[in-house]
Each structure stands twice: as structure tokens, then as C-alpha cells.
């Protein structure tokens, strides 16, 4: 009786296991289940985002959203994620892309690891789905063939997907698209686009499978008793899915780390000294992302030769190959280099077909100021800092704009075109006076023709590492750490020393302490009109202002405008309508201090303002003009000017206060700063100090 009831749970389990990988058939016919190779994989996973179109230096291009998602993402870089987008599309496509490897080549520190390491990330998300879900299979019972010792259940080294062997379950090609049409219900149709991404067994699958039919004298129903579905496993630190190779020295890496080698273990219990299952894929970094993975080669062209010749092959035939065995491999392979080393490589002529199998995107650092304000931030870190004595460390609200500034102006080439704070605006999408954006498309033309990579836009200055290294001087120096805040103006002496310790040509060096000026002078500017804020006791109190120049000289043509001056106009921020009167006296104050002399100057200017106006406020109802430098510092300069006779009487009342008078106005400006502005009393006081001195004036 025991020994019926044991027969019958027999019969259920090989019932069970043979309808496995049928079932894992019929899920992907249905839908339930994906077979795609890993190009079709990630495409689908960035197309399926939402795209948006943008505009970048001048071009329209496309932005994805799924770079923009979590607490740390990927800020800027368009271009190159376009680069990589179509690259994947078209290998996705069957394209010759699917033959190449895509490599990120450009400068320390401007985000080519981050970049990938974030894709991984993303890409491992997107597996995660029931319906993404990669899965393999493995043989049990192997101990039953008897020339595996007490090996019983053999996974499939490469990942191999179960469709994979659906599509390699008979020799005969045509009898395996019959089983999949006869008993797995595949249309014609369906059946070409699984062979589409065909590919044979790997070396060990298919000798095992082999056994198995030996074994079982090709009865189907038995052999597949033999096989269990199982999903892929997404542990990061597995290296399965997406694995990393850095580069190591000469002596310690080997082939070996890529593709694997010979298992002594195995060869205790293997017999057969044929099987090329003694060999250990899983040793090798390729074999755990050989399913539809991702496979990261860190800094790929500073490994020795021989380990970029195997790179080379696997890149061509997507195989690992040990001994004359192969193991087809489906892996999209992304490797990045430094600009010295891609350089050092490609001198080495002999080298040439490797280069030929890589699709090199040059990254370029980060040029608008306002991306690079979420980089910085970044840098400083998300976490509430503290003193080296645990006290609560205050930021400066002007810091980041000082820093980001700072490094934006060390990567922006000098052009005879744009000055340095020209090419800065227009590259962040700002307004830059009488230049226009073309003007800014040209230069980057001109530059991106050169040969040398380092003199192309953008390809040059200080990275994201250094402006790393710039925080940590600034937060480990006394006065940091005595006055308990980060002032905005030490981060300049700190990118000073960072320059002079780090950078080590001479003409980067002296080109960056230019720019260094010149981030002094933007953040001088930016002082004067938060001191005008903080004496108007008004934290926007200059952007009213700047728009009310603007207001008027659009309403001094108004046809609605009376003898009293008076214009009323709606307000395209709040669709208000609001009453305006023209100060002829504070537009022509405003308009001297441009330097505007004549009336057809002025006219020229004012019909500029007006053109900018009618294109920003359709796009953007929250326009503000404040981007535009040389206005803000006129509206400051004249409204300073006619409320206290000047800067120069302002400074000098907070630079004497031995009279009440200017005492209350210090003590009133400094509770401002303290309650509205963000500062805290150490940097709302060195602020004020550093605006009575006559530092960085232009």
C-alpha cells in the first residue's frame, strides 16, 4: 500500500516538472512572461519612462525622465544619455550596435561611474516587476546519470533563459519549432520573433541535456522531469544582473576574473573528462550577468593587454570561450575611461580593432549653473552638518551659488566670440545682453571640431571630486568651525587651494585662478542686491523693482496710458490687474547706469527687454529678469542711490556705527537677514563686513 501511495507522489512530482517549462512557455505567450535579449530589456525600461523635450545650448533634444527619479539622480548630461538611449535602441533593433560595447570617456570626476552604477540601479528596479522578472533553469536529479558523483542539481552557468532551451530541446531545428507550435500553441509569427534572439545552448547545458537524453532514450516527457524554472537572482552583492570589473593592477588581474576556469572540486566528482562542466563560469565577473544583465568594466583601458583582447572578443561574438568551448552570452556591456588613459590607448596603433568595437561617447562636465546648484548640493551633503565639536553648522544661503558658479566658470572655454559670464548664462538657458543663443551654438561648433578631446566644450575643469575635496577644506577649517557656519566667501579660498594643490598644468591652473575672479565679482553682485534686500526689510524687494523698470518702459507705449501716468496692466503671474505709475526720472537713472546715453540706445535696449518679455512670460509666467546681471546691479545701484544718497553712504553707515542712527539701521538690517534671509548672525555679520570692504568690485 506504502509502496502505491509512494508511486502515485512520483508520478505527481514528474507530472509537476514536466509541465514546468511548458507552462513558462504558455506565460510567454500569453504575455505573463518576457523573452528579450538585455538591449530590448533596458530600451523598454527607458522608453517607458516619460520623454520630454528640452532644449540644450541652442538644440533640442530629449530628456528621460527615469534619470530624474530618486533622492540622487543623474542632473544634466543629455547629451550623453541621448547617446546611450539611441545606442540602445538601435542594438535593440538588431543593429550593429549590438556587436559594440558603449564606452563613456571624459575627465575625472564629472559623473561617468555614477551615471552607470545608476542605470544598474534603475535596471535591477525594472527586473524587480513580476512581468520583467528574468528567469533560468537547472537540471536535478543529475546523480541519477551517474558520471556527476553527488553533484545532483546543475544550474545553468550563464542564466540561461528557459526559452532558450524550449528552442534547443531537439537537435533538429525544425522539430523544436514544431513542439513549440504543437504543444505550446506559438503562431508562425511568434515562432520568427523568439528565433530572432535564438541562440545554442551554452558548452555544459548542452552537454548535460545531451546525458539526459541518453539517459531517458529521448523520451521527452522524462527529460524534462529533469528541469526546474527558476527565477534569477537579484541580490546586488551577488553580481548577478549587473557586475562590476574595476581595473586592477597587472600582476593580480587575469582573464580568470572575466570568464572563469577549470574547478578542482568539480573535476573530484565529474568523470568524464570531456564535460566542460568542470570548468567554473561563476568565478568570472561575465557568467553571472550572462542573462540579460548588465556588465560594468570600470576604467577599462587601464587593464593589461591581454584582459582588453579578451574584453575584445567577448565584445564581437558576445561568447565566453575556454579550451574551444563556448557559452553564447547575452550582456550589454558599459565601460568608462579617463580621458590619459583613452589617449595612452589609442597611440598604441595595434590596439585599433578594439577601439573599432566601441561606441566612445566623450562626457563633458556640467556648464549650466543651475544643474550644477543640485550637483553642489550633492557635495555638501543632504545631512544636517555639525562642528568638529557637534554644534549645529550653519550654511550660508549664498554658498552654493558661489560654488557652483565657481567650478561652472573653470569648465567653460575662453572664446573670442563670449566672454567667461556670457557663455555661463546663455549655457543655463539666461538671457547675456545683445548675444543670442546661435552665438553660443556657434562656439561650441567651432570648439567641438577640434581634435583634442580636452579643448571641446565643456570637457575641461574642475569636477565634481575637487568641489568634493573644496567642502571638506571649507567644513575642516577654524573659522568653519569657531564661527559655526560655512561662509559663502572661504569656499573660494578653499577651490584657490584646491587649484594650486591638485591641478597641475600650469596654464589650467592660471586660466581657473581667472575664473576664480570672476566668480568673486558675480558673488559681489549678488551681495549688493541681498544687502538692498535686507535694507528694505524685504526678501524680494529688488525683483519688484526690476520688474517695475520693466513695467514701465512697456507701459510708456501703452495707448491706455494717461496724463497722470498712470498704466494699468494684468498681471501675468496672478492675472490681477494692477496699477502702475511710470517714474520717467527712475528709468532714465536705470538706463544711465547701463551706460545708455542716447536715445536711440535707449531705444534699442527698451525694445530688447520688451522682445525678451513677450518670449519668456508665454513660456514661463514666473519670468523675473533676474537672470539678467547688468539690470539687477543697475536697479540696485539707483535704487540705493536714491534712498540713501548711494553704496557708498550705506557702507559707511555700517562700517561706523558709532551714533545710534546707524547702529539701529545695522542692528534692523542684520534681524532682517537673521529672520527672512536665511543667514545665520556669524555669516549675516561677515556678509556685512565683506560689503564695506571694496573686495571684488568690477
Sequence with gaps: MAKKAQVKINTQAQNHTQTQLRHYCLQVREG??????????????????????VVVNARTTYDFSIFRQGKKHVIGMYDEINSFVSYVKDAAEGGSSKE????????????????????????????????????TFRFKGIDALGSYGRISTIESQTYEDPM???????????????FLARDIGFDDRAIDKLY??????????????????????????????????????????????????????????????????????????????????????????????????IHFADEIYKNKKDLVQVYLGVIQNRNIEIDGYKWPIDTLIIATSN??????????????????????????????????????????????????????LHQDPNLNYAASVATVLTRLPRSEKLTPIETMKLAAGEVAGEKSIKTLAEVIDTLNQEPDITKRFGQKGMGQRNLGRAIQLLTESSETNEGRCMFAYDVFRALERIILDYVSEANDRAKYLEDLKLAKGLYRERIMTEMFNAYMDEPLAIRKDVMNYVNMIIGTDAENLGPDKMWKYKDPQTGELRALKIDDRFVKSVE???GLKTEEQRDTFRTSIRKIYGQKIS?????????????????????????????????????????????????????????????????????????CTQEDEN
Design 32 to 53: 505573463a512572461r518576457s523573452f528579450e535579449n538585455a538591449f530590448q530589456s533596458v530600451a523598454r525600461m527607458i522608453l517607458e519612462s516619460h520623454i520630454e523635450k
Design 100 to 135: 559594440m560595447a558603449f564606452v563613456l570617456v571624459g575627465e575625472p570626476g564629472n559623473g561617468k561611474t555614477f551615471f552607470v552604477e545608476f542605470l544598474c540601479t534603475q535596471y535591477r528596479a525594472f527586473l524587480s516587476q513580476p512581468k520583467n522578472r528574468k528567469y
Design 164 to 178: 532558450i532551451l524550449a528552442m534547443n530541446l531537439f537537435d533538429d531545428p525544425d522539430e523544436n519549432r514544431t
Design 196 to 293: 530572432d534572439d535564438y541562440r545554442p545552448l551554452g558548452a555544459c547545458s548542452g552537454y548535460i541535456w545531451n546525458d539526459i537524453r541518453s539517459y531517458c532514450d529521448g523520451d521527452m516527457d522524462r527529460m524534462l522531469a529533469f528541469v526546474e524554472i527558476i527565477p534569477v537572482p537579484l541580490t546586488e552583492s551577488l553580481g548577478t544582473v549587473t557586475g562590476k570589473y574595476p581595473a586592477k593592477d597587472k600582476i593580480t588581474s587575469s582573464a580568470v576574473d572575466l570568464l572563469g576556469e577549470e574547478s578542482i572540486q568539480r573535476l573530484l566528482h565529474i568523470t568524464d573528462t570531456n564535460n566542460p562542466y568542470r570548468f567554473d563560469l561563476r568565478r568570472g565577473a561575465l557568467a553571472r550577468v550572462a542573462g540579460g544583465g
Design 339 to 392: 580621458n590619459s588613459e583613452f589617449n595612452r590607448f589609442l597611440s598604441e596603433k595595434e590596439e585599433a580593432p578594439i577601439v573599432d568595437r566601441c561606441r566612445i561617447c566623450y562626457v563633458s562636465h556640467n556648464t549650466n549653473y543651475k544643474m550644477q546648484s543640485e550637483l553642489t548640493s550633492y557635495a555638501i551633503g543632504t545631512e544636517a552638518r555639525t562642528t568638529l565639536t557637534r554644534e549645529a
Design 592 to 594: 544711465e547706469r547701463l
Design 619 to 691: 513660456v514661463d509666467p514666473n519670468y523675473d529678469f533676474m537672470d539678467n546681471l547688468e539690470l539687477v546691479k543697475a536697479v540696485t545701484d539707483v535704487r540705493l542711490k536714491s534712498d540713501i544718497a548711494g553704496a557708498g553712504s550705506l557702507i559707511g553707515a555700517l562700517a561706523n556705527r558709532t551714533n545710534e542712527e546707524n547702529q539701529k539701521l545695522y542692528d534692523r538690517m542684520i534681524s532682517t537677514m537673521l529672520d527672512k534671509l536665511g543667514y545665520c548672525r556669524t555669516c549675516a555679520q561677515k556678509t556685512i563686513e565683506y560689503f
